[in-house]
Antibody
């Protein structure tokens, strides 16, 4: 069974760059059948899609975040990563890595989430 | 502001049937499928319904989904205390070129 585990800094200051990694277990991040992505949830609020991609294929990002988002893949570590630049308090949220895995055409695999707080 | 509109709250008593609505537009729900997620307190969301009305393996039959035009609904029959959670609808949006979510509905089992 596919599992995802996020890792991140926990706390960072305004204007810094957020770096998050998602470690994949149970399959390979280079499996082109799966879609990998990130979704976030501010405290007490709803879900917001950040972006998603297929390994070696297309990537899509939320237009409201696209200019600040960079994604990368490390096949040796079986990880994919997200960088979000110039963070503000509005970027405070639980960040989930997600996958479309089981053929459901929906994000059916979610990591447990990692809380990121932006504060001076 | 969420793209899809859900009521902020819903409630029911054990055994009752409850429905949660999700309203969208001609760039999302009307032309794409709808998924529903259940988020139990303190946990990550879990896929509950996909492609409007299909259940992933392991989801009980008392959860069902439907779609008509620019709206969708999630129905829960035989309500149980463990169904107390936040429920989110989602759909692909052709204008955004990505998935959009509702603001979530907090279901309380009285």
């Amino acid at each position: 069974q596919l599992q995802l585990q996020e890792s991140g800094p926990g706390l960072l200051k305004p204007s810094e760059t957020l770096s998050l990694a998602c470690t994949v277990s149970g399959d390979s991040v280079s499996n082109t059948n799966h879609c990998w992505g990130w979704i976030r949830q501010p405290p007490g609020k709803g879900l917001e899609w950040i972006g998603s991609f297929y390994y070696g294929g297309s990537s899509s990002y939320n237009p409201s975040l696209k200019s600040r988002v960079t994604k990368s893949v490390d096949t040796a570590k079986n990880q994919f990563s997200l960088k979000l630049s110039s963070v503000t308090a509005a970027d405070t949220a639980v960040y989930y890595c997600v996958a479309i895995f089981g053929g459901y055409d929906a994000f059916d695999i979610w990591g447990q989430g990692t809380m990121v707080t932006v504060s001076s | 502001q969420p793209v899809l509109t859900q009521p902020p709250s819903a409630s029911g008593t054990p055994g009752q049937r409850v429905t949660i609505s999700c309203s969208g537009s001609n760039s999302n729900i009307e032309v794409n499928t709808v998924n529903w997620y259940q988020q139990l307190p303190g946990t990550a969301p879990k896929l509950l319904i996909y492609s409007n009305n299909l259940r992933p393996s392991g989801v009980p039959e008392r959860f069902s989904g439907s779609k008509s035009g620019t709206s969708a609904s999630l129905a829960i029959s035989g309500l149980q205390s463990e169904d107390e959670a936040d429920y989110y609808c989602a759909s692909w949006d052709d204008s955004l070129d990505g998935p959009v979510f509702g603001g979530g509905t907090k279901l309380t089992v009285l």
